[in-house]
Structures are given as C-alpha cells and as structure tokens.
C-alpha cells in the first residue's frame, strides 16, 4: 500500500514537471546542421533561452548525413566523436532535460563538428522544485511601541485643603461617663435659716412638754 502511494506521488510529481515543459527545437527552421557563420550560433542561441528540469530539444537533420552525440566537456571541446555518452541518429531526436547543469552535444560528423555545430545548454533551474515551493507570506512588521501618556500633575492644594484629618481615638472603657459636678456648697443664708428654724422648732418642743 505504502509503495503504491509512492508511485502515485512519483507520476504526480511527473505530471506537474511535463505539464509546464517547455520545447526547444535546435536551429530554427534550418534544424541542426553546420550553421552559417555569419548566422547566430548555437551557443548564442542557447544563452537568449533559459532551460529547466522537465524541457526538451528537438534536433531536426537528415539521418543518412548526420546524427546527434552527448558527450562530456572534453570532447565537446576537442570535437571528439569517438568518446560519447550517448549517440541518436533517427533524423528526429528529442531530448529531455532530467537534472540540472551543463550538457554537451555535438554532431556524430566530425567535419560538421569543427564547423561549430556544436551545443552548451545549462540547465539552471528545476521546474517540479520551484512549482513546490510555498509562497510565503510577508512577514509582519513589527508593532511600534506606544510610549505612555504623559503624566499630569495634580494641582497643588492650598493649605488646609485636602488634608485628611485622621479620626480621633474612641474613648476606652471608662472614659466618655460624663460625672456630675458636685453641689455648690450651701450659702451662709440658707444655714442661717435652717439654725433658726431648729432653735424654733426645740422652743415648741418644750414648751409642749412642760404643760
């Protein structure tokens, strides 16, 4: 089961790389032959074009007079068509760009070769990686710091005013019992009075004693 999703996961990988693929027919309408050197060459041609993982080159050329050969640097550069990766020559040849970097094709004719029909292509970019690739979202800027409000004075207070008078203590037990003043003390004509009414009184007594 795990591998059957693996498969699927591959193909669809495939899929979305073949679906954005673009083709590059070598040559133009001349298809690939000893070009012109008053013409642009192959390699000029290469450089206005950008090649990714998944693209192909079509080389269009008789198949009884030419043919089409991957070769590595060195015998790109020395024109070696002995020494090959790898050799087409079905006059209709398409290849297909499966990794990134260089690759080196020139003609299976030798002649033809020396006359610059010969190839650098650089694959740059892998078509299937930059589909996959999340977009990311622009980060978010930083929230500014809001500096506190300033502070405002409190208005200054008269004196005497604001103070707060702290409460009194509560008496303790005991204390609050209002005592009465003592009497004023009698006055000289009041003890007069109750003198003369006591001897009054003592002369009455006895008087009615003595009847």
């Known amino acids: 089961m795990v591998?059957?999703?693996?498969?699927?996961?591959?193909?669809?990988?495939?899929?979305?790389?073949?679906?954005?693929?673009?083709?590059?027919?070598?040559?133009?309408?001349?298809?690939?032959?000893?070009?012109?050197?008053?013409?642009?060459?192959?390699?000029?041609?290469?450089?206005?074009?950008?090649?990714?993982?998944?693209?192909?080159l079509l080389f269009v050329y008789p198949r009884d007079k030419d043919s089409v050969l991957q070769v590595d640097r060195e015998a790109y550069s020395t024109c070696n068509t002995s020494s090959y990766i790898a050799k087409f020559d079905d006059g209709n040849t398409v290849f297909t760009f499966s990794r990134s970097g260089p690759f080196y094709f020139v003609s299976g004719v030798e002649a033809n070769c020396l006359k610059k029909e010969s190839l650098v292509i650089v694959v740059l970019a892998d078509r299937s990686n930059r589909a996959s690739q999340p977009i990311l979202a622009p980060s978010p800027s930083p929230a500014s710091t809001l500096s506190p409000p300033p502070l405002i004075p409190s208005p200054s207070l008269a004196p005497g005013e604001g103070e707060v008078t702290p409460p009194s203590p509560s008496p303790s037990e005991g204390e609050g019992e209002t005592t009465a003043p003592p009497p004023p003390p009698p006055n000289g004509a009041s003890l007069k009075v109750v003198g003369f009414m006591g001897s009054f009184g003592a002369l009455i007594g006895f008087f009615f004693f003595s009847l």
């Not at 996961?9 to 073949?18: K, N």
């Not at 673009?22 to 001349?30: A, D, M």
């Not at 032959?33 to 090649?51: G, I, K």
């Open 3 to 56: 591998n059957s999703h693996g498969l699927i996961l591959v193909c669809l990988a495939l899929f979305v790389a073949m679906a954005g693929a673009t083709q590059f027919k070598v040559g133009g309408s001349k298809g690939w032959s000893a070009p012109d050197p008053n013409a642009e060459s192959y390699n000029q041609w290469a450089e206005r074009n950008r090649f990714q993982i998944g693209d192909t």
